[in-house]
């Protein structure tokens, strides 16, 4: 249960459908996230997604 993290590829993925009950945050600690000035807040089962750092600009964006 839980999540996975490939640290080479940036893509978090949820295991076992848990985000029904245990969601789970990516701190944005002073940058952007998507464009949002907010944590990320992963709370579907089953979803699986990629943050790239792009630049101190533009920050982290969701590539898939």
Not at 14 to 19: H, R, S, T, V
Request: with cysteine; net charge negative.
């Amino acid at each position: 249960s839980g999540f996975s993290f490939d640290s080479i590829e940036g893509t978090f993925t949820l295991k076992d459908g848990n985000a029904f009950t245990n969601n789970f945050t990516i701190a944005r600690n002073g940058n952007n996230i998507a464009g949002a000035a907010s944590d990320l807040v992963a709370d579907t089962s089953n979803c699986a997604f990629k943050l790239r750092y792009r630049t101190s600009t533009t920050n982290w964006e969701l590539v898939g």
